[in-house]
């Protein structure tokens, strides 16, 4: 199982990091050192309050083994040729060592926060990897741009805009998925699938791994050439004093994704399509205090995965193992006797 992290290691919650909480770009290169030092194998970087490019480039700088990708980064707002280019920068900075995971974002941030005119995200998404791809062959190749789709009509790339070849010129393309369209446009077009937190094992079985065949059927593929990752929702700690406060966070949080009607199917696969409902009516007025109360105790551990140090690698294999190819997990990391028990726990993890 290939293990990753999103950065920044040493200002993690065991096992979570809250959206609100800012990236320091001045310490980033320097932890993505620290995540290849402790051995993980990726490091990921998500956009939010930072160019998840711009982070990378900085990594990339002070390692030389680790994998650095994006878990996410948005794609409509950018069109095809933009994220070509990061991503050709990158793989070139890296030396072969990029990964690019994008993501849709839903449709009030498309519209009203990038100003883009939205349009089915499925479809779409399928003509923007082709398109990306196009380019880069068009890059590589030498081959004549000629790209026509539903959204993008790409056909002219002057010598002046061609980087041309790279060493590395596969980069592998990640799609986030959770429902069923996403997953199996994943199978058909994208080299791996990055699943939401709140996805369980009963989902993967059940709505991805059968999405993902399907997908792949459309054009006669391997559905296991498609890579499974999962970002689990984890909560650890050193000894179970520490775990108890942990999982009153991981409840908060398990709460937070209940309340979101874009999650709601992987709660009512499970049955509890009420309960996510009188969750998402509470967060409507603001009620956020008694959010966490609609979290039973059967819900909280079937979406999170909680335990020690000495317990949670265990647990995530006995849950994944034969599930997913690729884990993000993450630890704080401030002194070496933390380091050497990340070192351990990844060790479990493989």
């Keep these: 199982m290939i293990v990753e992290s999103l950065l920044p290691l040493g200002k993690l919650d065991p096992g979570l990091r809250e959206p609100e909480t800012p990236l320091d770009i001045g310490e980033f290169a320097r ?4 995540a290849e030092e402790v051995g993980l194998d990726a490091v990921l970087v998500e956009e939010t309050k930072d160019d998840p490019y711009q982070l990378l480039a900085l990594g990339a700088t002070t390692t030389s083994t680790i994998q650095l990708g994006t878990s996410v980064a948005m794609a409509f707002p950018r069109s095809p040729t ?13 030396d072969g060592r990029f990964l690019l995971g994008l993501g849709t974002q839903v ?3 498309v519209e009203r926060r990038y100003g883009v005119e939205w349009s089915a995200p499925a479809p779409w998404m399928r003509d923007y990897v082709n398109a990306l791809r ?22 002219l790339m002057v010598p002046l805009f061609n980087p ?6 596969s980069i592998p393309i990640h799609l986030a998925a959770i429902g069923p369209n996403m997953c199996a446009l994943a199978g058909e077009v994208a080299d791996g699938v990055r699943l939401h937190p709140v996805v369980t094992a009963k989902y993967i079985d059940e709505e991805v791994v059968p999405n993902l065949a399907r997908g792949a059927a459309r ?20 000894n179970e004093e520490q775990l108890e406060a942990v999982v009153d966070i991981v409840r908060e949080r398990v709460a937070f994704y209940l309340s979101t009607p874009s999650y709601r199917r992987a709660f009512e696969i499970h049955g509890w399509g009420d309960i996510a409902r009188e969750a998402s009516t509470l967060s409507r007025e603001k009620k956020w205090d008694d959010l966490p109360g609609l979290v039973t105790d059967d819900m909280l551990h079937t979406v999170a ?7 949670i690698a265990d647990r995530l294999n006995e849950r ?10 993450s630890t704080p990391v401030k002194t070496p006797d933390d380091a050497e028990a990340l070192r351990e726990i990844l060790g479990r993890l493989r």
């Design 31 to 34: 932890l993505a050192a620290l």
């Design 82 to 94: 933009a994220t070509a280019m990061s991503a050709w920068s990158l793989q070139k900075l890296s």
């Design 107 to 109: 449709r009030a941030h």
């Design 134 to 155: 196009a380019v880069w062959d068009c890059w590589q190749n030498g081959t004549p741009l000629a790209f026509e789709s539903d959204h993008y009509n790409l056909n």
């Design 164 to 169: 041309g070849p790279i060493e590395n010129p």
């Design 219 to 238: 054009i006669g593929r391997d559905p296991g050439a498609v890579e499974i990752c999962m970002k689990p929702l984890i909560g650890t700690a050193p």
């Design 305 to 311: 995965t909680i335990g020690t140090f000495a317990d």
């Design 320 to 329: 994944y193992a034969d599930r997913v190819d690729r884990i993000e997990f």
